[in-house]
């Protein structure tokens, strides 16, 4: 929370991710990058201040950033 800082995540598997950092605080932004066009999607604050680990949470909509 109140960071600028861009933490990069692990892939586990499917559509789960993780961060190996914590104790972790949100509310978090999301910044997605493809690796075959270099488009990037971010989601500002798309995970709560509320959330906890181990939770599911559904994000909105991704913006497109050229």
């Known amino acids: 929370a109140n ?3 861009w933490l990069e995540m692990t892939h586990i598997w499917g559509a789960n991710w993780c961060i ?3 104790p972790l605080q949100g ?4 910044k997605l990058t493809t ?3 270099g488009k990037t999607l971010s989601a500002r604050d798309v ?3 509320n959330w ?3 939770h599911l ?3 909105p909509q991704l ?3 050229k």
């Open 57 to 59: 949470h559904l994000a």
């Open 35 to 37: 690796l075959s066009t």
């Open 63 to 65: 913006q497109t950033h």
């Open 20 to 22: 190996i950092a914590g």
């Open 3 to 5: 960071s600028n800082e």
């Open 47 to 49: 995970i709560p201040r």
């Open 27 to 30: 509310p978090f932004s999301v």
């Open 52 to 54: 906890t680990q181990s």
